[in-house]
């Protein structure tokens, strides 16, 4: 750095004290300006500056200069009590952090301050390192709803967990959003009871956007056994859910389901047309034809377009059986 670098950046830096709200405005604004490493040390320091307006642009300035000394500074910004503040900052690192800082972040979850807990949680699973397992699941059981449904979303996100018996019990938390996050993160889990819970929430759970998740992780298992209760679906008063149902239907074909599928081909909403028309074609059988001929006429053309990518499926599945 040479001398007027030196003094420019000194000049800044005592800008940086001054009592003048606008005076460390103009200071902060010159040091992201000018984008060069060695305003760092100052950028840090404006980080604690008590004007919210000098704080985000410090953040941001940071962000910008991409250097790995603003990781830790920039992880103490996630605990302010200004959400904004956290907002630009998590965003920042989400680009910053790397499986380098691995373990900054598991001691920053160790402070008890629920907002830095909660954006640690969200930047472990940029990640995805299973090293976190035992770190991420001791939030599993947290008196804030907010940290058990961080935590049990961060769970899908690390590399080879299977099995966690304590987020099957998050399926039943009296918090509707944990329950909505813990209904997808059972569609990344191998134990043995996952598609019977998942089953029962798809069908008796209060929140249409949990039983939608039950359905969606189901469709990732993929498994016969959850039959029953995607039929009991297809009828569910939410569309969403009746869409999801059917599109597991897409990944296990079930004759016995036939007859609810073509009913389905009449649903108001025309996402759930679309993916029973494609369910449909992959079930296979000539019983659908009709119906799906009557849906080339649908007002909606993607309807249309799936019907007939449905009819000509089934009728070359026939023609090869034919010719077997």
């Not at 962000?63 to 920042?92: D, F, G």
């Not at 059972?186 to 949990?210: N, Y």
């Not at 074909?253 to 449909?280: G, H």
């Not at 799906?292 to 026939?318: C, F, G, M, T, Y």
Request: proline letters at 4%.
């Amino acid at each position: 750095m040479n001398d007027d670098t030196q003094t420019n950046l000194n000049y800044w830096l005592e800008m940086l004290r001054s009592p003048d709200l606008n005076d460390r405005l103009v200071a902060v604004k010159t040091l992201q300006h000018i984008g060069d490493e060695s305003a760092i040390s100052a950028l840090i320091l404006a980080l604690k500056d008590e004007s919210t307006a000098v704080q985000k642009i410090a953040v941001t300035a940071l962000w910008e200069l991409a250097h790995p000394a603003a990781v830790t500074p920039l992880l103490s910004s996630l605990a302010s009590p200004e959400e904004e503040i956290r907002s630009e900052a998590l965003s920042a690192l989400g680009e910053l952090v790397s499986s380098e800082h691995l373990l900054l972040l598991l001691d920053a979850l160790q402070q008890q301050d629920i907002n830095l807990q909660i954006n640690v949680l969200i930047l472990l699973r940029k990640i995805h390192d299973a090293q976190s397992f035992p770190a991420v699941l001791s939030f599993f059981e947290s008196e804030y709803p907010q940290l058990r449904e961080a935590a049990v979303t961060t769970l899908r996100y690390l590399n080879q967990v299977k099995q966690c018996p304590p987020a099957l019990l998050l399926l039943n938390d009296p918090n509707d959003n944990v329950r909505r996050e813990a209904a997808l993160s059972l569609g990344h889990l191998a134990d043995e009871t996952v598609v019977a819970l998942l089953s029962k929430a798809l069908t008796s759970d209060p929140d249409w956007q949990v039983r939608r998740n039950a359905a969606k992780s189901l469709a990732l298992h993929a498994n016969s056994q959850a039959i029953p209760a995607i039929g009991k679906a297809l009828w569910d008063e939410h569309w969403q859910v009746r869409k999801s149902a059917v599109q597991v239907l897409q990944k296990i074909p079930d004759a016995k389901l036939l007859p609810t599928l073509i009913e389905a081909l009449a649903d108001e909403y025309s996402d759930v047309r679309k993916e029973a028309a494609i369910a449909l074609g992959n079930l296979g059988k000539t019983e659908a034809i009709n119906a799906l001929h009557q849906s080339l006429d649908d007002p909606d053309k993607e309807v249309a377009i799936q019907s007939l990518r449905a009819i000509k499926k089934i009728q070359a599945s026939i023609k090869s059986s034919t010719h077997d």
